[in-house]
């Protein structure tokens, strides 16, 4: 069986997790500039707070919109990776167990020099 399903399926999860961060950092940048441009005077930020206060609340609304945009499409890539590495492992196994096999069925004799490296 060649896995190419399950192999696709990982690449699928990796290139998500790639967009899923590139999204984050577009729409907190987004954010920023909506906030600061399009929307100066937020009601939720002026219940009472200074300017440096809404500056603050501003740039932690985009900060926490990029780190939860990071911290979901990184799960998406380490997992995707993982699947791929499990994939790789099995096939480097299967070929270690297809030697084995063949080196335990062969028949011809080998070289007499061959013979005597080997331990005993």
Do not use: C, H
């Amino acid at each position: 069986m060649r896995y190419g399903f399950t192999r696709g399926v990982a690449r699928i999860e990796i290139a998500t997790g790639v967009i899923i961060i590139v999204a984050a950092a577009v729409l907190a940048v987004v954010w920023l500039y909506a906030s600061f441009n399009v929307y100066p005077q937020l009601p939720v930020f002026r219940v009472g707070s200074s300017p440096r206060q809404e500056l603050v609340a501003r740039v932690l609304v985009g900060v926490a919109l990029f780190v939860a945009g990071f911290f979901i499409g990184t799960s998406f890539i380490v997992t995707g990776q993982l699947i791929l590495v499990f994939l790789d492992i099995r096939r480097r196994l299967a070929r270690i167990d297809r030697r084995l096999r063949d080196w335990k069925t062969s028949t011809e004799p080998e070289s007499p020099l061959t013979e005597r490296l080997r331990p005993r």
